[in-house]
């Protein structure tokens, strides 16, 4: 008897634990009752990388406000794995699939391990729509807020900005074998050439960073001690910016060393309020997750997706399509007057 | 009722068990009915935990013998990742069936025999280096992550042939997942080993008392290797699964599952202190575990974290109830080595 009593005693505490998890779950229930009367929502899975980091967060954040203002045509889930695994995302991916949601969008922790599950998806009729894996042959589309060459010249326009479109620079990136980083440096030396006809590069090779910050800070002293005349750093990894900076702010040389690339809005928010750095380059992820969205709703809706067609946000107002990959005008310049407004 | 009686009376941690997963079998039906039993997500559940639940059959003989291995996963990367490279180097387009199924079981021969080196080091580590179980297991981890890493520069090693692939996403007779197969296979294995030689009341002896089980005569060693490559290889088998579900094999894929596979083992009451553990207790203890994993992402607005916090609270009524029952009917006890809520 008193075997019974236990159990029914784990019972209520399973149900108890378990319910006092679910509050909200409730509600969402109502929701999803709602939602099978009227049909016709377009059901939307968002799996990110990772959730619990603040690039994340910051995406999720940005899937829900998009989801609060669509709530009438489209429900959203937003729900990555704990850790950066790419077993446990799959997993996580596995789950939509099988629920038969109508269009699954992801970010790949790694492409190749995707595949199968978006074939599988797409063998079902579900929409797939990734971000920064464009390397991917089983979807849709893969949203990107740049390629290669426009990333390099907005770069490169940046810094002649800064440098009075003058002056010796040199170009830094996290790895002599980034694929991504050297098309960067390319196309930035490009639309130095072709625009800024008194920028002159005076490091011919690439300078390597080795993706640290550590290393960036001291080739940016080597190279300062070697060309005394320079005056730009064209960076390409998030660790050179921050590196550069804080050989620029050592050596005094604030207002006559530049130094951009791409970075972390966190790691260089002291840097450009103290002026040493002046503008690093962005895209704001949430605009990519919400412009996957507003794609998910149109393919959903059975419209043509064409080159030129415009995906409601900043940047996206007439995209680029090449193959399977949309192109946007995204990069995003991060000064001391909107670092505040990413919260990673 | 007085079956049921007796049943619980002579299985109270297996009771606890049966409880909890109907307890979360019918929260599930009650919060989100019909979508939680779509055939589709069950159908995707018996694609999902073999994987893991290979890792943690193969870490049950472990914990039973007293011993730890948290090598399993990255021993097991590393026999994918030459496995999938030896595939990739000899399929080549065009190939008969056959011939690449030779060349695929050649592959997981490799892997295999991998897996025998990385159990076999593991138990001279352990057994005659005297290196505490946990401590010599991390370091073979670094190890084997450290090796992967070299040889693939840290990338997804692709060119799993699509027959690897397709086979692993078969189901027999439209409902039977092959990986669900391969488990089974693994599973009589295990019961075979525990329950039907004397390998297996050896193990729980050495589990219990090593010194008493070494002066009554047991090969102690001899265990032990034995022990270490059960789990490696059972690890690398359920790698090999996940190799499919993938389609390519990386140094860190699946890196969440030790702590998956110490989760299901735990919850079962198979613990590291060893002559404990049951395998009935860890097949519902993976059934369960599953189910909320994939329960959890019916909900819209719990995210991934809440299957951790479920997770840690059935483990936390577990413990209370099994100590609390447990100490109560020590009189009704079967031999020793079948009651594990005992020999607390």
């Known amino acids: ?344 | 009722m007085t079956k049921i009686k007796n049943f619980v009376r002579n299985n109270q941690y297996t009771s606890i068990l049966v409880g909890l997963l109907i307890a979360v079998l019918a929260l599930f039906s009650a919060l989100k009915g019909s979508a939680f039993w779509r055939i589709d997500l069950w159908k995707g559940m018996t694609m999902q935990f073999p994987e893991y639940a290979c890792i943690a059959l193969g870490l049950m003989f472990v914990f039973i013998s007293g011993h730890h291995d948290m090598s399993q996963v990255l021993l097991g990367n590393f026999g994918a990742i030459l496995a999938v490279q030896y595939m990739a180097a000899n399929v080549t387009e065009g190939m008969a069936n056959g011939q690449v199924a030779g060349i695929i079981f050649i592959g997981i021969g490799i892997a295999l025999a991998i897996a025998v080196v990385g159990g076999l080091i593991n138990f001279l580590l352990v057994s005659y280096l005297n290196v505490p179980p946990v401590m010599a297991t991390i370091a073979m981890q670094m190890v084997w992550k450290g090796l992967s890493t070299a040889l693939t520069k840290g990338y997804a090693v692709k060119g799993v042939p699509a027959l690897y692939t397709t086979v692993g996403h078969t189901y027999i007779g439209g409902f039977l997942a092959v990986p669900v197969v391969i488990f089974l296979v693994l599973l009589v294995i295990a019961i075979f080993l525990l329950k039907f030689t004397t390998f297996g009341e050896k193990l729980y002896m050495i589990g219990t008392n090593k010194k008493a089980a070494k002066f009554s005569g047991i090969n102690v060693h001899g265990m032990l290797a034995a022990t270490y490559l059960l789990s490696a290889i059972f690890a690398t088998i359920g790698v090999l699964i996940m190799v499919s579900t993938m389609g390519s094999a990386k140094a860190d894929y699946g890196i969440s599952y030790t702590t998956r596979a110490i989760l299901i083992l735990v919850l079962a009451g198979c613990i590291p202190d060893g002559g404990q553990g049951k395998i009935s207790n860890i097949l519902l203890s993976i059934v369960t575990v599953q189910i909320i994993a994939t329960g959890i992402n019916l909900f819209a607005n719990l995210n991934t974290y809440y299957s951790s916090l479920i997770w840690g609270g059935m483990l936390i009524v577990v413990l209370i109830m099994s100590t609390q029952v447990g100490n109560r009917a020590p009189k009704k006890a079967k031999k020793v080595k079948k009651a594990p809520q005992n020999a607390a």
């Open chain 1, 1 to 344: 008897m008193k075997k019974i009593i236990a159990l029914l005693l784990v019972l209520v505490m399973a149900f108890g634990l378990i319910a006092c998890g679910n509050n909200n779950a409730n509600t969402d229930e109502t929701k999803g009752t709602e939602a099978t009367k009227g049909d016709e929502k377009i059901k939307i899975a968002f799996v990110p990388k990772v959730e619990g980091q603040a690039w994340w967060d910051y995406v999720g954040a940005g899937v829900k406000a998009w989801a609060e203002e669509h709530k009438d045509v489209a429900e959203v889930v937003y729900k990555g794995p704990t850790e950066v695994d790419a077993a446990a995302q799959v997993a996580i991916m596995t789950d939509f699939v099988n629920q038969g949601v109508d269009v699954l969008c992801f970010s790949a922790n790694d492409p190749n391990a995707c595949e199968e599950i978006c074939k599988q998806a797409r063998d079902k009729g579900i929409i797939v729509i990734s971000t920064e894996s464009a390397t991917m042959t089983n979807i849709d589309y893969d949203v990107e807020a740049f390629n290669d060459a426009g990333l390099g010249a907005f770069l490169m326009d940046e810094l002649a900005k800064m440098m009075g479109e003058e002056g010796e620079y040199i170009t830094m990136v996290g790895s002599m074998t980034m694929e991504s980083h050297n098309n960067w440096a390319d196309a930035a030396v490009e639309q130095a050439e072709a625009k800024y006809p008194n920028m002159t590069l005076v490091e011919d090779k690439r300078v390597s960073s080795d993706s640290d910050a550590e290393i960036a800070y001291n080739r940016t002293k080597e190279m300062i001690q070697k060309y005394p005349n320079l005056k730009g750093i064209l960076g390409t990894s998030s660790f050179d910016a921050p590196g550069a900076a804080r050989a620029i702010d050592e050596l005094g040389l604030t207002g006559k060393v530049f130094a951009i690339s791409v970075a972390m809005p966190s790691e260089t928010r002291d840097y450009l309020k103290s002026g040493v750095l002046t503008t690093v380059g962005l895209w704001d992820p949430a605009v990519t997750a919400k412009v996957m969205l507003n794609l998910a709703v149109k393919m959903a809706k059975g419209e043509t997706i064409e080159a030129g067609i415009d995906l409601g946000e900043t940047g996206y107002e007439a995209v680029k399509i090449e193959g399977k990959v949309i192109i946007g005008d995204g990069a995003l310049a991060i000064t001391k007057d909107n670092v505040d407004t990413f919260t990673f």
